[in-house]
């Protein structure tokens, strides 16, 4: 047990804050951090928890804004989210599913909850990661992946009943299918009443837990549901039990070694990066999207 990575600390969910009008979200981090840089190359992590919305007949949502230098991650437990861009793309997260968009040289965007979710109403619980680009690749041409649950790596544990799905990187040797400029494990690990699993996550990459469904053990620590654990950079193993089924989001990423200038929408190297975006915003080089 020599091995087993150290917890810096169990946080429990920061107060609640509206995003627009259709997402409401804990903000972990880099806000509940030491400094912006700690859980690098995530820069961001918005949880949406559990949240019933009323039926509406104007979807909810965020109305357009741009983003570059990095990427957004959007992961859906429940409910549903459209979303299109100034490159003309567009598509539906479902349950299950995330949406994995490069901004890279930038983009104008638009989320907003999908139009028939809308209209009934229903439980909402999504998680939003900001995941920052290397230096090298803050200009790359903005994509999207598309990756349902059906796409993802799958590895069944022992009691067949339990699952890791593997978004990005790999565990056991099953990998996940999304593209990343930096190395970066992303797992949903759905476990059953007392099943229990290990990860051997490399010591000096950073990494995080957000229990989304249950209560859980990590490394004997008792965590409760909504509740995100920070590990320490010493060590390797981290032992998961489930004293009830539970759904954890693991993170763990090499760190990026560069400097960190970010503001509002945009992440960069530099502070004149930062301007640099906002006056190719307002000059247009982003694109037109209509509200």
């Given at each position: 047990?020599?091995?087993?990575?150290?917890i810096?600390?169990?946080?429990?969910?920061?107060?609640?804050h509206?995003?627009g009008?259709?997402?409401?979200?804990?903000?972990?981090?880099?806000?509940?951090?030491?400094?912006?840089?700690?859980?690098?190359?995530?820069?961001?992590?918005?949880?949406?928890?559990?949240?019933?919305?009323?039926?509406?007949?104007?979807?909810?949502?965020?109305?357009?804004?741009?983003h570059?230098?990095?990427e957004?991650v959007t992961?859906?437990?429940?409910?549903?989210?459209?979303?299109?861009?100034?490159?003309?793309n567009?598509?539906?997260?479902k349950?299950g599913?995330?949406?994995?968009?490069t901004?890279?040289?930038?983009?104008?965007?638009?989320?907003y909850h999908e139009k028939?979710?809308?209209?009934?109403?229903?439980?909402?619980q999504?998680v939003?990661?900001?995941?920052?680009?290397?230096a090298?690749?803050?200009k790359?041409?903005?994509?999207?992946?598309?990756?349902?649950?059906?796409m993802?790596?799958?590895?069944?544990?022992?009691?067949?009943?339990?699952?890791i799905?593997?978004?990005?990187?790999?565990?056991n040797?099953?990998?996940?299918?999304?593209?990343?400029?930096?190395p970066?494990?992303?797992?949903?690990?759905r476990?059953?009443?007392?099943?229990?699993?290990?990860f051997?996550?490399?010591?000096?990459?950073?990494?995080?837990?957000?229990?989304i469904?249950?209560n859980?053990?990590?490394?004997?620590?008792?965590v409760?549901?909504?509740?995100?654990?920070?590990?320490?950079?010493e060590?390797?193993?981290?032992?998961?039990?489930?004293?009830?089924?539970?759904?954890?989001?693991?993170?763990?990423g090499?760190?990026?070694?560069?400097?960190?200038?970010?503001?509002?929408?945009?992440?960069?190297?530099?502070?004149?990066?930062?301007?640099?975006a906002i006056?190719?915003v307002?000059?247009?080089k982003?694109?037109?999207?209509?509200?």
């Amino acid at each position: 047990m020599n091995n087993l990575r150290k917890i810096d600390s169990i946080i429990p969910p920061p107060p609640a804050h509206m995003v627009g009008d259709g997402f409401r979200v804990h903000g972990f981090f880099p806000g509940q951090l030491s400094n912006k840089k700690r859980m690098s190359p995530f820069f961001i992590m918005d949880y949406g928890s559990k949240i019933e919305f009323t039926p509406s007949s104007e979807p909810r949502g965020v109305g357009v804004h741009p983003h570059a230098g990095f990427e957004t991650v959007t992961i859906a437990y429940h409910g549903r989210v459209a979303h299109h861009d100034s490159a003309g793309n567009r598509g539906v997260i479902k349950e299950g599913d995330v949406q994995w968009m490069t901004a890279g040289s930038g983009l104008l965007h638009k989320e907003y909850h999908e139009k028939e979710f809308s209209k009934t109403g229903g439980l909402f619980q999504m998680v939003q990661l900001w995941v920052n680009l290397p230096a090298r690749f803050k200009k790359t041409t903005p994509k999207y992946q598309g990756i349902t649950r059906e796409m993802m790596g799958k590895f069944l544990l022992p009691d067949k009943k339990s699952i890791i799905e593997i978004i990005a990187g790999e565990y056991n040797g099953v990998k996940g299918p999304a593209f990343t400029f930096s190395p970066v494990h992303l797992y949903n690990a759905r476990l059953a009443k007392d099943a229990s699993v290990e990860f051997d996550l490399p010591e000096k990459y950073n990494t995080g837990f957000l229990v989304i469904e249950g209560n859980v053990k990590v490394n004997s620590e008792n965590v409760p549901t909504d509740h995100f654990v920070l590990f320490k950079n010493e060590g390797e193993k981290i032992i998961l039990e489930a004293s009830e089924d539970a759904v954890v989001l693991v993170l763990s990423g090499e760190p990026i070694e560069e400097p960190l200038a970010a503001y509002g929408p945009f992440v960069m190297n530099k502070w004149e990066e930062i301007e640099q975006a906002i006056h190719d915003v307002n000059t247009g080089k982003f694109g037109v999207l209509e509200d």
